[in-house]
């Protein structure tokens, strides 16, 4: 056995060989698809809980492999972080989702959402290339919402707030994603200004049995108010929750109660 050296995976065990050998291939199939047009956007309308008026919606990316079927962005988004293709797909999103979104944005003066994940978000050109898509889209920027989550304003503070405040001289806005899962970056709150926070579906979901759930929404709704940012309840399922929601101020809601994402076509159906 002259060169151990070069077997390095003999290492593993096979199942982990395995699943070494999918990410590999889940990444060419990814880097392959972009490619091939396989990615499209669906897009989940946000209502104020009030008048159950739809305001604007959150883009979520779908992928559509021909063989695998539909996989799940809990699944690939995790991937293409690690292996830094969430950049040229973070690019697809932000300008098919600009060109398509505009003309609600322009015309019914609906907001739209898109998701950054962190080694999307602290790149130092963030808020020029963002502002680049804006111009070429003709999308106003008052109209787009960032949705960045706790971890990644824990990554780099510091860049994390000059982008924020580039990212606001454009006029763009910023909402905290996933808020109460993530590290306990409260401090952050008081550091960077945020317009939106989006209470996780995990305390939603416990509603209304649940009274502890409760007490920490009340929690975040207030923390909310007090940061002058709206609040906003995430993964709505029934009309119970809504009725809560809304005796504890919440203002938006976005939820399968509401409506499931759908393509843009679609959307008209909320309208
Ligand atoms: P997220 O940003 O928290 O998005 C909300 C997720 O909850 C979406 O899952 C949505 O389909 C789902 N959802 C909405 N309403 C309900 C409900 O009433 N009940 C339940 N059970 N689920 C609901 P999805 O589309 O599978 O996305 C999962 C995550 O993947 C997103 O979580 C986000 O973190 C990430 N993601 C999706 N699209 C993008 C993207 O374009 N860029 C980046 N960086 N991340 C994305
Ligand atoms: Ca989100
Ligand atoms: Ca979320
Ligand atoms: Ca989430």
């Known amino acids: 056995r002259a060169k151990e050296a070069d077997e390095p995976y003999a ?17 060419r199939a990814l880097l392959e698809g972009l490619k091939k047009g396989e990615f499209f956007l669906s897009y989940q309308p946000i209502v104020t809980l009030q008048k ?17 079927g539909p996989i799940a962005p809990a699944k690939f988004i995790p991937l293409a972080e690690r292996t830094g293709l ?12 600009l060109k398509e979104f505009g003309p609600l944005a322009r015309e ?24 680049k898509a804006l111009t070429e889209a003709n999308f106003p920027p008052e109209k787009l919402f960032l949705e ?6 824990m990554e ?14 454009l006029g763009l806005k910023v909402a905290l994603d996933d808020f ?3 590290y306990s970056s409260l401090r952050y709150l008081v550091e960077f200004a945020v317009d939106r926070i989006k209470v996780d579906q995990f305390f939603v979901s416990a509603l209304p ?5 409760l007490h920490v929404i009340r929690t975040i709704l207030e923390l909310a108010r007090s940061v002058g940012a709206r609040g906003l309840a995430e993964g709505i399922e029934r009309a119970d929750q809504v009725e809560i929601l809304l005796k504890l101020g919440c203002e938006e809601g976005q939820g399968y109660f509401f409506g499931r994402p759908v393509r843009i076509e679609d959307f008209g159906r909320f309208l």
């Open 52 to 68: 159950k008026q739809v305001i604007g919606a959150e883009a979520l990316v779908r992928w559509q492999h021909p063989e695998l």
């Open 209 to 213: 049995l649940d009274s502890k759930a």
């Open 156 to 169: 780099d503070p510091a860049l994390t707030l000059k982008i924020l405040e580039d990212l606001r001289s």
């Open 148 to 153: 960045i989550t706790e971890s990644t304003a």
């Open 108 to 131: 019914k003066g609906l907001e739209l959402a898109l998701n950054f994940s962190p080694r999307q978000f602290c790149k130092r050109d963030l808020s020029l290339r963002i502002e």
């Open 11 to 27: 290492l593993y065990s096979p199942e982990l060989e395995r699943l070494l050998l999918e990410e590999d291939f889940l990444k």
């Open 86 to 97: 969430i950049e040229p797909l973070g690019d697809y999103v932000l300008s098919q989702a």
């Open 180 to 182: 109460g899962m993530g």
